[in-house]
Every structure is written in structure tokens, then in C-alpha cells.
């Protein structure tokens, strides 16, 4: 890592009140990394999706959403990443057409037309498009260079063309469960339409088709996959009319809708679902404007089907609000008002305990002083006090603008995950490997 010019010296940390996170930079094992950026992406840390198998994780780096390559790289099972991309094949340039969603997704195991990849393969879903064998639909590539596409609904094809003549942007936002064979879901507020992939099915999207007679015009913006007992829940956000839209399948053939729920302005800004209470199922974590909300998944799991178009947040059964989180300004992160806390959120067990962990991205803070420089607030979210912080991230070498947290994501790396997080406004991407949880050698030799 490159070493840079500090306001303090190590030995005086303590003098100073510096907070050590400042110094991360500045050892051969230091306890963030930062990845490099490919000269051929257009945008760096956009987006952030993540897949792993045991022995094995990797990391997709998105640039700007439907005009640029995304790269992979490999982290590894241990404290080591590999810097350099290893690959830069998604939506790169040339005969294939990809229009690189605003989020992508990764899948540890995935199905595909002609045949299954091998052991250890892992893919992800990348956007739009068409492959170099004229298929077309949502684009998938795995590490062992196979590239196929799940056929979309037919407005989706539509949307592809008019992009394709510069009339229009095909740019979808993804998101998959974090199951050994997971399922797909797709969000577009171009269309105002949402469908899913289930496991193991090859070119059959399953449409949500929210209740009101009129769909939300910003529905299909956000999107996550809450695993539940016996089913899935699959959650859409028009965050613009601060409505989440849910709907749940238990063999991907048959779809309740649950209803709409409605809370505040923003309400769907971002979604993320991973096990925050137990490692029994998922949560649903939603963003709105002002803060961060847990909602637990055994609580939607009990909810009645029901075709009703009204949105409301009363019918949640006992129990269903997990924690609510808000932002504070702390440890170096200032502007509040301006940190657009929730802009991305991502679930993740730091500590290894089972449980999860929630990390909420506010790319617009400010660090000390740096307009914009961004950071990340991880919650663990259980015990007396749910909303307690964490942990609190940012780049010892945050500039202004860099805005940290715009996309975050949880990496499972042997028994446990590690943050990661975009800063795309310097085009930078960050790995962080410690977490106040775990002290000495349970974290590894990056954070003694």
C-alpha cells in the first residue's frame, strides 16, 4: 500500500487523540486494503457484489452503471487478497452487450443452458444484455469464463434495443440470497417491473406484479431475497413513493403477494437481507431517508397473502421491528445532515457468532474536514441495546469526494465476513478485515 504523509506520528497517537483507523495504511499488513483499479473500467467501486465457496471468495468491482466493465478479484480464505483484477471480462467492450446493472449479484453455484460449472466455480449476474451466442436477457459470467443469459420478460428485450440505439438505459439492479444455491431477483424502474429467478431453473423469470392498478413509477429500484423457513421472501422498493412492495414463494411456481408497506419518506431507498438475528433465516433490512430499520424475517414469514394495493406499516405482526438505527456523527464522520446514512446497507457476520451484523453506508460524510470523504457505521444489532454502533470505517487517506459507503458488501472469508466498501467518487474500493468484536489473533494478524 502506499505510504502517505500523516498530520501525526505513530508515537504520538496518543498525545494527538488520533484514532488508530487513521493509521491503516501505513504497515505492510495493514488492517484495510485497497484494491486496484483496472484502467479499463469507467468508475471504480460503483457497485459491489460478492460470492464464496469454502476455500474460496471473490469480490465483483462495478464501475458507472451501463457503460462500464466491472473486474473480479479473488480474497482469498484468508488475509490476502489479490490487488489486481483477475478478472475484467464482465460487460467488457467488444462483440457481447452488457449493460452493467446498478447492483450486481453473486451466486456460488449457478445453472445455465448447455450444461452446470464445475467445482469451485463461481459466478455472477451482471446486467442487460446479449452474449457473443445471441442470447439475451440478464447476463451471467463465472470464473471459468462462461458467459450465459437467463431470458427476461419480453419488455426487458425491448429495452435492450431501444439502448442499443441510445433511446433508453437498460440498467436493472440484482440481487441474490446468500444460499448454497441461490435465487435471483431483478429490479427495473425503467419498466416498473420486478421478477425473480428460482434455484436451479433455467430461462424462467417469475413476475411480481405489485396490486394497484397503476405500478409505482419508481418501482423496481431496490430489490433483496430474505430466506425464510420454508420459502423466500422477495422484497421490491419504489423508494421514490416510499413504498416496499413483498411477496413470498416456497417452490418459485406459486407467488403470494403479501402487500406494501409504507413508512416514511424514501422508505426502499436500499435493501439488504441476511440473518441479523439468528443464523436460523434472514432479516429484511430497509433504508429510508432519516434511518435504518431490521425487520424480522419470521415476523414476514407469518404474513397473510393479501391483494390489498393500500401500503401501510400496521399490519407487521408482534415483534416485527428488529432495531432502527440513525445516524451520529462520531470518530471522525461529521455532517450528519449530509451523509445520506442507508444509501447502502449490507448484512454480514463480522464476529463469526452466527448472527449478523448491519452495515450502513453514509457516503456524503464528512472526515475531518474532507467534504464527501464518506464512511461505513456497522451495528451488531442484538442485545439490550440494538442500535449501539459497532464500529465506524473510513480510509485513513480519505479525500474529499471519495464518498466511502456508496456501495457496501459483506465477503465470506473462512468463518466469518469482512466489509467491504466503494468509494466511487475517487474511485476507490476497500477491504476492511478488523472489527472491534473480535480482539488479538481471533481477528488475524491484520488487526493485532
Known sequence: MPRRWMSCSLLALAACGCSWTRFDEVSEDAPVVQLKRPEETSGFGVSLATAAITGRSQVLVGGASGISAAATF????????????????????????????DRTAGLPVATYPGGVPGAGTL????????????????????????????????????????????????????????????????????LQRSWFYWPGTINSPISLVPSSATPDESYGTTVAI????????????????????????????????????????????????????????????????????????????????????ECSFGGLPAGGVVASFTCASEHGLESCGRSRFGAALAVGDVDGDGDGEVAVGGPGFSLRGEREAGGVIVFDAEGPNPERR??????????????????????????????????????????????????????GPRCQ
Open 123 to 190: 459466478c455472477f449476474a451482471l446486467g442487460l444484455g446479449e452474449t457473443n451466442l445471441n442470447q439475451r436477457g440478464v447476463l451471467f459470467r463465472c470464473d471459468d469464463d462462461t458467459e450465459y443469459a437467463q431470458a427476461a420478460p419480453e419488455p426487458a428485450n425491448a429495452l435492450i434495443d431501444q439502448a442499443v440505439q441510445g433511446f433508453a438505459r437498460a440498467v436493472v439492479t440484482l440481487a441474490s440470497d446468500r444460499d448454497g444455491e441461490p435465487a435471483v431477483i431483478v429490479g427495473s424502474h425503467e
Open 74 to 101: 479473488e480474497l482469498g480464505d484468508g488475509q490476502n487478497p489479490t490487488l489486481d483484477s483477475i478478472d475484467l471480462g464482465a460487460c467488457r467492450t467488444g462483440d457481447a452487450l452488457c449493460f452493467l446493472g
Open 390 to 443: 459497532t464500529d465506524v470505517k473510513f480510509l485513513s487517506s480519505g479525500e474529499e469526494g471519495d464518498q466511502l459507503g456508496q456501495a457496501v458488501a459483506m465477503a465470506r472469508i473462512g468463518e466469518r465476513d469482512v466489509l467491504i466498501a466503494g468509494a466511487p467518487g475517487g474511485k476507490k474500493t476497500a477491504v476492511f478485515y478488523c472489527t472491534s468484536l473480535l480482539t488479538g489473533g481471533a481477528a
Open 226 to 309: 430474505a430466506r425464510v423457513p420454508g420459502a423466500r421472501i422477495f422484497a421490491v422498493g419504489a423508494p421514490a413513493e416510499g413504498h416496499v412492495w413483498l411477496y413470498r414463494s416456497s417452490d418459485g411456481a406459486t407467488v403470494e403477494p403479501l402487500g406494501c408497506l409504507a413508512l416514511s419518506a424514501g422508505f426502499g431507498r436500499a435493501l439488504a437481507a441476511g440473518p441479523v438475528v439468528s443464523s436460523a433465516n434472514d432479516d429484511l433490512v430497509i433504508s429510508d431517508e432519516r434511518q435504518v430499520m431490521v425487520l424480522a424475517g419470521t415476523a414476514l414469514a407469518q404474513l397473510p397473502a393479501s391483494a390489498s394495493s
